[in-house]
Every structure is written in structure tokens, then in C-alpha cells.
């Protein structure tokens, strides 16, 4: 069975800082691994995703991740945090099989002046 | 904008009561979901279909919850006898048919069931 864990519900940086918010995943065969992001009563935009290839993949608004298949970790990176990067993100898995799109719990991510 | 488009937006209804949400998907796109946020929660998986064939339903949905996409282009959700405990944000997703395609996410439909 797929599943994700996000294992801090959040995360507190200061700006101008890098960030680092942790994913850990479970699928039967090849993982396809996404990041969401989610701002107060808005709907989840897609930030990048990890399919295969090169393990670091870069997405929108400066946001990169890091695959580990050994760990298999997908933790989302950012090398200077913003004010504005305050939200929910998502960590999301589908098996290589499968349709289904399985979400974490989500962590919070503040980011103070 | 050619975003996928909920509605409502906003449903209050009373214990008992059947309701429906509708989901228009990006048009290209053959694949559409829906998931069920809570507060707090990450969004949990409903169903989904591929065109119009429903291709997976969540074991842990009720049999009070029904979706079609009839001509699979828009899709339904309904919810008969509703509880208390279907308040929730209801999401829809379109994608292109593709394993490693992403999620396009509406703005959601939110229940209250008093």
C-alpha cells in the first residue's frame, strides 16, 4: 500500500534562512513523488514532482527537493526563505501502478521577518 | 481562466439532506479525482476515473457517497443522508492521463451539515 508521512506538522524558520521541510515514503514498486502547497482557503497548486532521473529536481518559487531512494525520504528545500513561503505544504506519492495520488498530513511551514 | 472549476463553493445543509457537487476538469485533460479535506488534514482520496470509467473508490467511503462523470468530460459527487461528520472541503483534481502527470486542484467545495 502507498502511504506518506510528513513527520513535523511545522516547521519554523527565520527569513532570509534556508528551509528544509521532511517527507518519508512507502510505495510496492517505483515511486512518483509531488509537492503541494496550499495557502488559506485556496485550493493546492503543484510546486515539482520527482519521477526519474537526476535526485535533486527544481520547481516553482525558488522550491527544490531531494530524492533519496535508500532513505526513501523526498524532502522539500528552499535555499532562502521568504515571508511569503508561509503556507501548507503537501508531500504526495502515486505508485508507479497506480493512479491514485496519496497525500501527507500536510506541515506547516511559518516563516518570521 | 480554464482552471477546473467547483460548484458551489459553499453548501450548508441539515442532517439528512442529499447533496451535489460538481467538478469541470481541464478540457484536455482524461483523468479527474476527488478528495475530502478536513482542517488541518491532508486531502484524502475519494475516487477517480479515467473518461468516464470510475477506475478506483476509496474502501473507506460510505456507499452514501456516489460520483459519475457520465460523458467524461464534467463529474458529479453526491452525498445522500448526510452526517455531521461529512462536513469537509470537497476537491476535485483533473490530469492528463499519465502515470507521473500532476494533480490540478479547484478551489474546492466546502459542506456544512448542521
Known amino acids: 500500500a502507498q502511504s506518506v508521512a510528513q513527520p513535523e506538522d511545522q516547521v519554523n524558520v527565520a527569513e532570509g534562512n534556508p528551509l528544509t521541510v521532511k517527507c518519508t515514503y512507502s510505495v510496492s514498486g517505483n515511486p512518483y513523488l509531488f509537492w503541494y502547497v496550499q495557502y488559506p482557503n485556496r485550493g493546492l497548486q503543484f510546486l515539482l514532482k520527482?519521477?526519474?532521473?537526476?535526485?535533486l529536481v527544481k520547481g516553482s518559487y525558488g522550491f527544490e527537493a531531494e530524492f533519496n531512494k535508500s532513505q526513501t525520504s523526498f524532502h522539500l528545500k528552499k535555499p532562502s526563505a521568504l515571508v511569503s513561503d508561509s503556507a501548507l505544504y503537501f508531500c504526495a506519492v502515486r505508485d508507479e501502478g497506480r493512479g491514485k495520488l496519496i497525500f501527507g498530513q500536510g506541515t506547516t511551514l511559518q516563516v518570521k521577518p | 481562466d480554464t482552471g477546473v472549476s467547483q460548484d458551489p463553493r459553499h453548501k450548508i445543509t441539515k442532517r439528512g439532506q442529499n447533496v451535489t457537487f460538481r467538478c469541470d476538469p481541464i478540457s484536455e485533460h482524461n483523468r479527474l479525482y476527488w478528495y475530502r479535506q478536513t482542517l488541518g488534514q491532508g486531502p484524502e482520496f475519494l475516487t477517480y476515473?479515467?473518461?468516464?470509467?470510475?477506475?478506483?473508490k476509496s474502501r473507506l467511503l460510505s456507499d452514501r457517497f456516489s460520483a459519475e462523470r457520465p460523458k467524461g468530460s464534467f463529474s458529479t459527487l453526491e452525498i445522500q443522508r448526510t452526517e455531521q461528520g461529512d462536513s469537509a472541503m470537497y476537491l476535485c483534481a483533473s490530469s492528463f492521463g499519465l502515470p507521473t502527470g500532476e494533480l490540478f486542484f479547484g478551489e474546492g467545495s466546502r459542506l456544512t451539515v448542521l
Open positions: 476515473f479515467q473518461n468516464e470509467a470510475q477506475l478506483e
Open positions: 520527482y519521477i526519474t532521473g537526476d535526485n
